[in-house]
């Protein structure tokens, strides 16, 4: 589908602290598709900012001996600061505080209250101050907070409330009726199951002596706007509304990135209070995952927050937003380790994209004088040239297609895969030979072949590691950061010429001893895997010629993978669910380091349909994928094109 515009926002943070890997990982996202649409042509508006009012905010002022505008001054510096340093490009920040702000909030109020839609009246319940929401009797859970698990404090007072209720049949008919409202999936089906209990009214002010710090009620001063009602809004008084008609109908409607943790502020909250005003719905609410530590959400009490700051002072701004992108599959949790992040690295980036160009340069220097070819004068006749090339150009369709379907992971998987499908194909044409030779022309074709097709690579990996591919492509002799989207789908766009950066080692590897200590959980699978190993080579040793009647006696048989995820708790494993014929099941399979679990789905590999199902960490896999390995590399064996699925393996 081809768009004709791009609104993307992040949640606005809250200023009582600094910004953690949560933050970091949603901000670096939104940047991420929207330097796509950008570099696809598509006119993109980027938003992200600070929510300044409230308790919490209050509170942390008062604890640090200032006014709360001090404090949200103080603190919003933290991540302008780190926005930049994550090379972020956002199109506005917005502050809840700033009168832009203010006053379409306090219009938005005074027309709901002009409708009949606020109104006042007395409550009586429950309250979280650190979620700074109130809760009925049945929403707790063990008498806590529902959302945070932290005790709950009972009020009674006057306030004001937003007739929600009123919106409950229209909100399930509005979500089932667009599927793509609430995604993924399971985040919709979970908003539907909230919306299946009775949904009340929302209370929507504080009274000011008990919280001063908020936007006033434009038609009672004694109060000030419940936070939520207030930060929701930047989305739509950043984009213009009431006051920027032309700006406002060119951007709106918008995406809302958001965690997990605030679907339903967003996905009931918002909706019902955009359709009292008249308002457009969203495009679209997805919710991710958590960043983990092992499988411990990360928090200030357990003293396991990730800071990006110190990441990027080690590791550098580009490998760590390549490893947030790649790691988590969008929806899901993930789990950070820097152990992990070293393995990605150290295997996608310096082993695979790293080596290919340093292989490139090299050869070049070595066997041309350091001068690539006119693009004039090499062409892909053969087969080997166009499969490479295919590669390439099947990594640019999967990233159109994985931004539509927000699975950002997977397409940046495939072009992991096309880069590796080049350095194949340098081993396989290998040009110290073809130099042995003297084969000079196919010299100059097998390596324009492999530097055409990292520029394409380069191409579709600048949203990711804008620097470090701004850099790659100028080693190659391409002007400027970032392609013309439509280049890359063009042979011959990488000049001829001298290359200016023949010693460029783009992605130096991190050696392991300079990493912390792995998790417990990884020690443990680290020593199961050497036990099975040492089983393995024992089992070598042991091999002797089989009869045609003992091999017979295995099933082997095409399977489709139809879906494939992390084994929590572990590094290496994979759970897969495969169909066989018309029978589905579940496998595990050590692959995690090899494959992510995006690039597997839709693969027809081989397996070993009647081996005894066992139980690996207490999930049964019933059969064995078939593998090949050397050294440090291993690759799924599959079949040489299209067949069904459980077709015998002969």
């Not at 698990?149 to 979500?175: A, C, G, T």
Request: glycine content about 8%; charged content about 30%.
């Amino acid at each position: 589908m081809r768009r004709d515009k791009f609104y993307i926002t992040t949640p606005i943070y809250y200023v009582n602290d600094r910004p953690h890997i949560g933050h970091a990982y949603t901000t670096i996202l939104a940047d991420v598709l929207a330097r796509y649409h950008r570099l696809m042509g598509i006119p993109t508006f980027f938003l992200t900012g600070t929510d300044e009012h409230g308790q919490k905010v209050e509170r942390a002022a008062r604890e640090a001996g200032i006014t709360p505008q001090e404090q949200a001054d103080r603190t919003v510096v933290r991540f302008r600061e780190l926005w930049k340093r994550l090379q972020i490009t956002n199109d506005d920040f917005i502050r809840t505080t700033e009168q832009r702000h203010k006053r379409v909030v306090q219009a938005l109020l005074q027309k709901l209250f002009d409708k009949g839609e606020i109104y006042e009246g007395e409550y009586d319940g429950w309250y979280c101050t650190p979620c700074e929401r109130f809760f009925t009797e049945k929403d707790l859970v063990e008498g806590n907070c529902p959302e945070c698990h932290r005790p709950v404090e009972r009020i009674k007072e006057k306030n004001y409330f937003f007739r929600m209720s009123r919106y409950q049949d229209w909100l399930i008919r509005y979500i089932e009726e667009h599927p793509g409202f609430i995604r993924p999936d399971f985040r919709r089906n979970e908003t539907l199951g909230f919306l299946a209990k009775s949904l009340g009214d929302l209370c929507i002010s504080r009274p000011r002596q008990r919280l001063s710090w908020g936007i006033d009620l434009p038609f009672d001063k004694d109060y000030v706007t419940y936070v939520w009602f207030d930060a929701l809004v930047n989305y739509i008084s950043a984009a213009g509304y009431r006051f920027e008609p032309a700006k406002f109908e060119r951007w709106w409607p918008a995406i809302h990135l958001i965690g997990k943790d605030i679907l339903t502020t967003h996905s009931v909250y918002w909706p019902t209070r955009l359709r009292a005003a008249g308002v457009d719905m969203p495009e679209m609410i997805f919710a991710h995952g958590w960043w983990l530590v092992g499988e411990s959400k990360m928090s200030k009490s357990l003293g396991n927050v990730v800071n990006p700051m110190d990441m990027i002072e080690k590791y550098g701004v580009d490998a760590f937003r390549y490893y947030l992108i790649v790691e988590m599959i969008l929806g899901q949790d993930a789990s950070f380790t820097e152990e992990a992040f070293i393995r990605r690295y150290n295997t996608d980036l310096a082993n695979d994209l790293g080596n290919a160009l340093s292989r490139v340069l090299g050869m070049t220097r070595r066997y041309l004088a350091g001068t690539l070819p006119n693009p004039s004068l090499v062409a892909l006749e053969r087969s080997e040239d166009q499969a490479v090339w295919e590669e390439c150009q099947k990594a640019v369709e999967g990233i159109e297609r994985c931004l539509e379907e927000m699975r950002l992971d997977s397409g940046v998987a495939g072009v992991a895969s096309a880069v590796r499908a080049v350095n194949r194909y340098l081993e396989h044409q290998k040009p110290w030979e073809l130099r042995k030779r003297g084969d000079s022309a196919r010299i100059r074709q097998v390596l324009y072949t492999a530097g055409e097709c990292l520029r394409v690579c380069a191409g579709l990996l600048q949203p990711v590691m804008p620097s470090k591919m701004a850099a790659l492509r100028g080693v190659l002799g391409l002007a400027g950061g970032a392609p013309e989207w439509r280049d890359l789908r063009q042979w011959g766009k990488l000049p001829g010429g001298s290359l200016p950066g023949t010693g460029m080692i783009l992605f130096p590897r991190i050696e392991r001893s300079g990493a912390v200590e792995p998790a417990a959980t990884e020690a443990r699978e680290r020593g199961v895997e050497q036990a099975e190993n040492r089983k393995a080579t024992d089992r070598r040793k042991m091999r002797q010629n089989v009869s045609f009647e003992e091999f017979s006696r295995l099933d082997l048989r095409t399977a489709k993978i139809l879906n494939a995820e992390k084994v929590s708790g572990t590094q290496k494993l994979l759970r897969l669910e495969v169909l066989v014929g018309d029978q589905r099941r579940q496998l595990v399979a050590g692959i995690a380091e090899h494959y992510r679990p995006g690039e597997l789905v839709g693969k027809t590999i081989v397996i070993v349909a009647n081996l005894e199902p066992a139980r690996i960490r207490g999930i049964e896999s019933q059969g064995m994928l078939l593998a090949a390995s050397k050294g440090e590399r291993l690759r799924l064996v599959t079949v040489d094109g299209e067949i069904t699925s459980g077709a015998v393996v002969k």
